[in-house]
């Protein structure tokens, strides 16, 4: 079942984060349908949070799309060279999102396998933020659609993970928030080989 619009625009972009561990990521790009499982997701709570693109309420030509209704992609490019996918929550002019950093693959192992340049199926697939965005086809060209439609869209397919499995920890490469980047705003499927190697403080 297609996640609704009532999962994305609660207030709680912390709860949120943790609830997508354990949905499943589709896109259908070029007709062709990749997805996987997400094992890995960091949340930014907007104005308040100084790792968040939007703190202080910073308005730009890249961040406007956070301020839209929750269920909204947000996709930048870090570094000039990665593709990075978000999913906006919270209501119409409240920038929170949730960056997806690692997902396990299911659909389309073989199209993601070409997009990335491998050959074989390994963590380094589709763990960390730009790898799984190369891998699903998504770029900055996707920013700003809905995830109601048939591009990219996440999926609660009944996969029950326990809660103790969930771990929170701080977010990757944020130490320039200060306070804020001690927050525990990650989280990964424990055990599971497709979280990245990315290191909080």
């Given at each position: ?48 949070d ?18 839209m ?45 070409a ?58 490469g ?28």
């Amino acid at each position: 079942m297609r996640l609704p619009e009532s999962f994305y625009v609660r207030s709680n972009v912390v709860k949120i984060a943790s609830e997508l561990i354990g949905k499943l990521l589709v896109t259908e790009i070029n007709g062709t349908r990749t997805s996987g499982i997400i094992v890995e997701t960091e949340a930014y709570a907007g104005v308040t949070d100084r790792a968040s693109h939007a703190y202080g309420g910073r308005h730009t030509s890249r961040t406007e799309v956070m301020y839209m209704p929750g269920g909204t992609a947000y996709v930048y490019l870090c570094f000039g060279i990665h593709h990075l996918f978000n999913v906006v929550t919270n209501v119409s002019g409240v920038p929170h999102a949730v960056l997806i950093r690692g997902i396990e693959p299911l659909d389309g192992i073989e199209t993601m396998l070409a997009r990335r340049g491998k050959d074989k199926l390994k963590p380094a697939l589709t763990a960390g933020p730009g790898a799984l965005s190369m891998a699903m086809g998504i770029t900055t060209a996707h920013t700003g659609i809905s995830l109601s439609g048939n591009r990219i869209f996440i999926e609660d397919t009944g996969n029950k993970i326990s809660r103790s499995r969930i771990i929170a920890s701080t977010r990757v490469g944020v130490a320039y928030a200060g306070a804020d980047a001690l927050l525990p705003y990650r989280f990964h499927l424990q055990g599971n080989r497709f979280v990245s190697k990315g290191k909080g403080l």
